[in-house]
């Protein structure tokens, strides 16, 4: 594992932000020492279901402690395997390895109401591909507060909230 650098976590402020204007459930794609821990405690203390997964084993060990009744750990060996539709996501956090499965996993969230995804400045474009998927939605809002910027999509959800 690398030393966290703080750009790493600039996704905290738009994920607060998506938790403070929804209820439902939410899904972590990709466990990290910045949202695990987040997601934990809000939807904890909102009494939301939060499935976290993951496909290294490393990551699930780590946070195998905040298993909950309200939070869900998963370890997945193909993201195939993702039950995409267990719940009607408010929020989904995507974060997650291999890099190239981001836009496979937005394409199949692309009915959830807000869709985070880390990582979304112009330059690393040609490691996630995230231009590809882009005119799939409605709405878009780029975080770009930080040097490692944070894109919200939704095709339901006009995103005002988060340009206040």
């Keep these: 594992m690398h030393s966290h650098h703080p750009d790493w976590s600039s996704h905290i402020p738009v994920l607060i ?30 009494g ?27 370890l997945v060996n193909n993201w195939d395997d993702m039950d995409a539709k267990e719940h009607n996501w408010s929020v989904v956090l995507l974060d997650h390895k291999p890099d190239e499965r981001r836009v496979v996993e937005i394409q199949r969230l692309a009915w959830a ?13 040609h490691i996630f591909g995230y231009d590809k998927i882009y005119a799939l939605f409605k709405y878009r809002f780029d975080y770009t507060k930080a040097r490692t910027h944070t894109t919200v999509l939704s095709n339901s959800k006009d995103l005002k909230e988060f340009y206040a």
């Excluded at 990551?59 to 909950?68: E, L, Q, V």
């Excluded at 985070?116 to 474009?125: A, F, L, Q, T």
Aim: glycine share 4%; with cysteine; aromatic share 8%.
């Design 113 to 125: 109401d807000y869709l985070v995804v880390h990582d979304s400045e112009p330059h690393n474009n």
């Design 48 to 74: 939301r279901p939060l499935v976290s997964y993951d496909h290294e084993q490393q990551y699930a060990d780590m946070f195998r402690k905040y298993r909950s009744d309200n939070h869900t750990i998963r």
């Design 17 to 46: 932000k998506a938790m403070e204007i929804t209820d439902g459930p939410v899904l972590e794609l990709g466990l990290g020492i910045s949202s695990t821990p987040l997601l934990h405690m809000l939807c904890s203390d909102q």
